[in-house]
């Protein structure tokens, strides 16, 4: 939940803040859980609001930039040079996205939530979580670098990268 | 593209990085669907695309699958002050001091409560982990910077022998030394006691029992106990009360 919340709001003071408020917020309804999903999942939707109030709270304050490399998440020690790279330029990138598309991304790609799980955390519908995934992937394809013209948005992307060999498919995911 | 989803009839080539987004993440109707992979089997360029989000959700799993640093000892501690604080005021009222109607109904609502509780006080300790271990280059003892944190603007606090863990919330985030001066003078003092000062959570000018004192809650007490509430006296001749909480 750590690493939801920091990975949510990107600060470590205010992820701190948000768990905070999710667990003492959680302690008191723990009466009036039903029991109608995993605790955990309870537990976490109420972290992510917690989180997204912080957003929305953020969003209503006056804009302050955040550094370059931002406190994002600090680098586990075993790391190796690149895969710090990596990580930091993947954080830098979520961090291009607007709040409607990341907390999504997040919750789905990073963290490896369902659809459908995510669709009941934040309160909106499957297909709205797919579409904003959809969306943030699309951006993150260009600012990742993985399109070789990363401004042909409108349209045709003239070529992209391709990392690996592509099989047929004939159908997406839809998790 | 927007007009032809709309329409429900299956997008022309050449494909937008949106529409094949969208195709990907199974954000389509099972009809425009099948119709677009028919043309995406067709289309290297598509397919090419298709394998530029996959590289992106690699990525983010990457991310994911990334060991995470347990959350910081300061963020912990004040985490599991709070929890403690909220679990100390909701401890079911001491005999005689509420009338109980239905004693079985309450039993049974207190017992649900008390339950959840737990395991969300689990869930808590398993979500912040490892939660006093030092970071490397964290100073031990380093003031915890918290919005609210006040200095010699509260009064002296009640503190009651016989609940100290109800003391818990109106200490976190002080910052009232009183007559130790700063968090130098109270390690100071804690230290002629043969005290460990590891991180101070929260201090301030408290009574107990009508004598005045000098409260601090430290993080890391003895056993399982994760907090330490240590009273002295003003002059700090005398230890008043060092008992593990939380």
């Avoid at chain 1, 003071?13 to 905070?20: M, T, Y």
């Avoid at chain 1, 075993?78 to 991304?105: C, F, H, N, Y």
């Avoid at chain 2, 994911?64 to 679990?87: C, N, S, T």
Wanted: proline share 6%; glycine share 8%.
């Amino acid at each position: 939940m750590w690493a939801v919340a920091l990975r949510t709001l990107r600060d470590p003071e205010e992820a701190s803040d948000a768990l905070q408020e999710a667990f003492i917020s959680a302690f008191r309804a723990a009466s009036s859980f039903r029991a109608e999903s995993q605790v955990t999942t309870w537990l976490h939707r109420i972290v992510v609001n917690a989180c997204l109030d912080r957003v929305r709270r953020r969003q209503a304050r006056p804009t302050v930039p955040l550094p370059e490399t931002g406190p994002g998440e600090p680098a586990a020690p075993r790391d190796s040079m690149s895969e710090r790279e990596t990580t930091l330029v993947v954080q830098k990138a979520l961090g291009e996205l607007s709040e409607d598309q990341r907390v999504p991304i997040v919750l789905v790609d990073v963290e490896g939530y369902s659809v459908a799980e995510t669709a009941k955390m934040l309160g909106i519908a499957e297909g709205t979580v797919k579409s904003r995934c959809a969306r943030g992937r699309a951006k993150l394809a260009k600012v990742l670098g993985h399109l070789r013209n990363p401004s042909a948005d409108a349209n045709v992307p003239d070529g992209a990268v391709v990392r690996r060999d592509v099989p047929a498919r004939r159908h997406g995911e839809g998790r | 593209m927007t007009d032809s989803r709309r329409t429900g009839a299956a997008p022309r080539p050449p494909l937008s990085v949106d529409v094949l987004a969208d195709l990907h993440a199974g954000a389509l109707d099972a009809k425009q669907s099948a119709a677009l992979w028919a043309q995406v089997n067709r289309d290297p360029e598509a397919q090419a695309a298709l394998a530029a989000l996959d590289g992106v959700r690699q990525d983010l799993k990457a991310l994911g699958d990334r060991p995470v640093e347990p959350m910081p000892a300061h963020f912990a501690a004040q985490l599991d002050a709070a929890i403690a604080a909220e679990a100390a005021k909701s401890r079911p009222a001491q005999p005689g001091m509420a009338p109980v109607v239905d004693m079985a109904g309450a039993r049974r609502k207190r017992n649900r409560r008390m339950g959840w509780a737990a395991g969300i006080l689990t869930t808590a300790a398993a979500a912040v982990a490892v939660t006093f271990v030092a970071l490397p280059g964290e100073e031990a003892g380093s003031p915890v910077a918290q919005d609210g944190a006040t200095t010699g603007e509260t009064a002296p606090m009640e503190i009651e022998p016989e609940d100290l863990g109800a003391s818990i919330s109106g200490l976190q985030g002080k910052k009232d030394y009183g007559p130790l001066g700063d968090e130098q003078g109270l390690k100071d003092c804690l230290a002629e006691h043969d005290i460990e000062t590891t991180q101070v959570i929260g201090v301030r000018e408290v009574m107990m029992s009508g004598n005045e004192g000098v409260a601090a809650l430290l993080a890391g007490g003895e056993g399982a106990h994760r907090l330490r509430l240590v009273i002295v006296d003003p002059e700090c001749t005398t230890v008043l009360t060092n008992k593990s909480l939380g």
